[in-house]
């Protein structure tokens, strides 16, 4: 059963780098159909895509972030990486890594991807 | 269209059935899928796609999708099923990912 574990500082500082690493557990990150996401979450509101590496390398990354953002990979350790840089107090969320997986739906011939498993979270606080 | 739109807020008497919609132009093209969030938790896929729900996921939750909306009806709500539902899918132009602002549903 594959698992999600997000690590990192609790607290940034303005104008720093966010850094946070997801490591995938139960299952190879380079396994073929599968998007490695990060989503966050600002206090008490909704969800917001960040971005993601697939499971070849290519990123795909949410327009607002561009510039500051950048989704790594490193497939020895199954882990995955964000960092945001430039950070503000508007980046304090909750920082959800995610699987996102394909899946074929023979009824319209059409191919998705949803997300089916997700990190439990962790807390950024971006204060001096 | 780079927006999913969902409704803040929505509420149903025990035992009867609710649907959440979430609009965007992008829906003409993509399905959705829907994710129920508890308080404090990650949320949870519970539907899919034109017709999928996950193992585990009670038959009471289906979706559907009619033009720029898409629904997930609930049929028979529990008390366990308030939460803050997600709609997600694609923008229009498939290379980003969309969230709507999520749907809070109270269960009377």
């Known amino acids: 059963q594959v698992q999600l574990q997000e690590s990192g500082p609790g607290r940034v500082k303005p104008s720093q780098t966010l850094s946070l690493t997801c490591t995938v557990s139960g299952g190879s990150i380079t396994s073929g159909g599968y998007y490695w996401s990060w989503i966050r979450q600002h206090p008490g509101k909704g969800l917001e895509w960040i971005g993601y590496?697939?499971?070849?390398?290519?990123?795909s990354y949410n327009p607002s972030l561009t510039g500051r953002l950048t989704i790594s990979v490193d497939p020895p350790k199954n882990q995955f990486s964000l960092e945001l840089s430039s950070v503000t107090a508007a980046d304090t969320a909750v920082y959800y890594c995610a699987r996102e997986a394909d899946y074929y739906d023979r009824s319209d011939y059409y191919w998705g991807r949803a997300f089916d498993i997700w990190g439990q979270g962790t807390m950024v606080t971006v204060s001096s | 269209s780079s927006e999913l739109t969902q409704d803040p807020a929505v509420s149903v008497a025990l035992g009867q059935t609710v649907r959440i919609t979430c609009q965007g132009d992008s829906l003409r093209s993509y399905h959705a899928n829907w994710y129920q969030q508890k308080p404090g938790q990650a949320p949870v896929v519970v539907f899919y796609g034109k017709n999928n729900r996950p193992s585990g996921i009670p038959d009471r939750f289906s979706g559907s999708r009619s033009g720029n909306t898409a629904s997930l009806t609930i049929t028979g709500a529990q008390a366990e099923d308030e939460a803050d539902y997600y709609c997600n899918s694609r923008d229009s132009s498939g290379n980003h990912l969309l969230f709507g602002g999520g749907t809070k549903l109270t269960v009377l």
């Open positions: 590496i697939s499971y070849s390398g290519s990123t």
